[in-house]
């Protein structure tokens, strides 16, 4: 159990917090990672992501119990896609893990047609949900590839996967199912499981944990659910702070954050939700979603997106189309168009970001704009 890091999640909901794993911890991931996509000595590994950022222990950890090696892509490729794609031509990685939007980067701007990409056996993403419409076309342009959604909380490292197949709708894509070593619970405020169909807390019970917060006993007291087993035994599970919900199939929906849940008009709103809504129009690249308050005490909902080709639609035009996939309570009241996002050291969107962006548009005491472009 002996420290072996600290990992601070990225601050994109709030501050950030140290996250120490153990030599335990990072092994029991790395195993199981090489295992379940089959890594060897023939494989390499991109490392994309900033050591900091949890999907960096894949393409380190991983890579080594398997005898794999890793391309380290230098921070100037990381931010211009074409030359990212060069660099995957050139470098012959075979296994690319990294967060959905470098995937629709490289989509939009890397020249993918241009590229040699046979190489690449897997495409692992994980971080934030991919918006099934973009997932779909980033998928032929890698057909040698399988792809992998992969999910977990840098206090848990990754513990549920999905094998994609081909997508014949636009339907949210699953986290899928529990790695190995990995014991999962949907489960109410108190820890006890929901019954399936059911939305709940995913709480998880893996050796891959963390053993707590750097500094921060009060939060490890709140981060961990603790049940007897037997006597003198305790199990210990990870409270994620996901609201998932177990399909007919076994796997596991993810529905959004519990802290992304907002109360709004009277009406409860999941925030991912309209994310989803928004990603699904054609013209939109990405897209985030935020709570502004409002001088009566309710949340106000505003959004943000960037798009595939400027000039494709405005606000407007996006608002219209969320009114045709959520009730009128759900639909932004402003859609703010963006050349780019503001992002965390993770690549994550920063998300407090543009809440105080907005904020600083609006004084608490003036109603929103519509819906516009700005």
Sequence with gaps: LDLAYVLYTSGSTGVPKGVI?????????????????????????????????D?????????AVSGASTVVVPEAYTR??????????????????VVPLVLVQLLVHGALEQRDLSSVRWVLFGGEPFPTTQLREVMRVFPGARFCNVYGPTEVNGITYWMVPELDDDAPIPIGRAYDNVQLRVAD??????EPGEPGELLARTPSMMLGYWGRP??????????????????????????????????????????RQIKTRGHRVELDEVEHALASHGAVAAAASFAVPGSDGSQRIQA??????AGAVDGVDLSAHVATLLPSYAVPERVSILEEFPRTSSGKVDRLTLRDRAMALDTPDTPAAPADSS
């Excluded at 999907?55 to 890579?63: C, V």
């Excluded at 405020?189 to 929901?194: E, F």
């Excluded at 305790?234 to 519990?258: Q, Y």
């Design 21 to 53: 794993h153990t030599h335990r911890s990072a092994l029991a991931f790395a195993e199981v990672a090489a295992r379940t996509y089959g890594f060897g000595p023939a494989d390499r590994l991109t490392n994309h992501a900033p050591l900091h950022f």
């Design 55 to 63: 999907l960096s222990t894949m393409d380190y950890f991983s890579a």
């Design 80 to 97: 211009f896609p074409a030359s990212l794609a060069q660099l995957i031509e050139k470098q012959r990685p075979t296994v690319l893990y």
């Design 189 to 194: 405020d108190a820890g006890r499981p929901v």
């Design 218 to 259: 009060d939060l490890d007291a709140r981060a961990f659910h603790r049940e007897a087993s037997a006597p003198g035994i305790e199990h210990v599970f990870h409270r994620t702070g996901d609201l998932v919900r177990e399909r007919s199939d076994g796997l596991l929906e993810f529905l959004g954050r519990k802290d």
């Design 304 to 309: 943000a997106v960037t798009l595939r080709a």
